[in-house]
């Protein structure tokens, strides 16, 4: 028994160090779809240390058309989703691959259990452009490896770097380099662009890519964290809060979104922020002015308004708008509601209602389009979400050896510099009315200063959350955007 034990136990660690020094995996497949033929290609990418022996992988999905001239010439946008910690799986079956995960458009039932809708995507731009999804280490397959270290890849800065090393690596490897180059990046996945946009001009290498696609952006994180005492997010919250309150006939009733939603903006900023500055100097009568002001916005009780002194934090207002009903709305996308088991507490105890209402569906589609599809094959878990990357995450902007007192995260410099380094780089920023995460004030809010370019960013609004493109109409509009995006950049 021992003895089989031991020949057990070798066994095994001869195939863990032979797997260890195998290449990297690849699985290759041939499609044909409306818009043409097209190669698909699973691969794990080796990321090198200084002495340039494998530390990470990191595992990518590429569409590549194949019936098209000078393929080295082709445009090419690189995708990434947020967290962090988070698979591009979104992205990837939610808008910009070649099957859809689909869900309640409505926003009116859970993705409840399997079998789940896939669709073909009827939007793909893949006749556009060729297509890149790629998972950060610790998300998806990918991971570090041999002496890798997790501290090498998650922090604002490295995780940057990383992406931006694999990209010049895809380019090189598929002969790109002067091809033109796209980001879309969603939620942190924005972040994340900026960082990246900035370190491909750096590191010897210059590399200047056409445009970036920011889906919920999050670029400077002042306008889009809301606790009690940061000023500025009770301003950029509230519009968003006004298009929740409307949707859910609890304000604006006689008033379309679009006109309702500005007047929040105006009341915002001639009425609501004055009034936040003074503070406590605020007069009796200018404060009960003010919150009857917020009860006509955001359909809350003047009273309960009054308590919270003028300030009403977004997750508050989740939990309190319909709990005379005993739901808590969704943050990623506000008109999701769920039923909580506490109808006491003053914040949200459960998770997102609107990412328990899709998560499971867009995870079985990707194993599905992964197996059934793309004929992929892998020994190891694919994490659509990893949890434990965040309380690890280095948030510092700068390098260890620099001082840096704790701020909120703000990258919007760094694209501020990238499109002076590259004049011709150009911005879409994707906005859902609904998204009480990154709300679409703090877009305006964020691109109005820094020393952004406006002339160069293209703002838009879709009627839908975080992931605006739950909702069918504004996935089709969405897709729509994108494309007439992508082909002023290519026409210039």
Partial sequence: MHRFLLVFLLTTVSILMQAQSEGPKQFVTEHQDNFGRYTAIGTETFMPDAEGRPEAVIWSVSYLRKDVDQAENRPVMFVFNGGPGSASVWLHMGLFGPQ????????????????????????????????????????????????????????????????????????????????????????????RAAGVVRALHQGGQDMALNGLVLISQALDYTGSTPEADNLIAFLTYLPTMAATAWYHDKAGKDLTLNDFVEEARSFTYDEYAPALLRGNTLSEESKNHIAQRLAYFTGLDKAYILRSDLRVTATRFRKELLRNQGLTIGGLDSRYTLEEYDQTAATPTHSDAASAAISSAYTAALHTHFANNLAIEMDLP??????????????????????????????APQLSWAMRANQRLQVMVANGYYDLVTPFFDAEYTFQRHGILPDRVEMQYYEGGHMMYTQHDELKQLAADIRTFLTRCLAQ
């Fill in 100 to 191: 859809l995960a689909s869900v309640a458009s409505a926003a009116n039932e859970d993705d409840g259990a399997a079998p789940f809708a896939i669709v073909e995507n009827p939007y793909s731009l893949l006749d556009l452009v060729d297509l890149v999804f790629i998972d950060p280490v610790g998300t998806g397959y990918s991971r570090v490896v041999n002496k890798g270290k997790e501290s090498n890849y998650w922090g604002l800065n490295e995780d940057a770097a990383s992406i931006a090393t694999f990209i010049r690596m895809w380019i090189t490897q598929n002969k790109r380099w002067n091809a033109p180059k796209f980001i879309a990046g969603e939620s942190f996945g924005t972040t």
């Fill in 382 to 411: 694919y994490l659509t979400s990893n949890r434990s990357i965040y309380p690890k995450w280095n948030w510092r902007p700068v390098s260890a050896k620099q001082s840096w007192e704790p701020a909120y995260v703000n990258v």
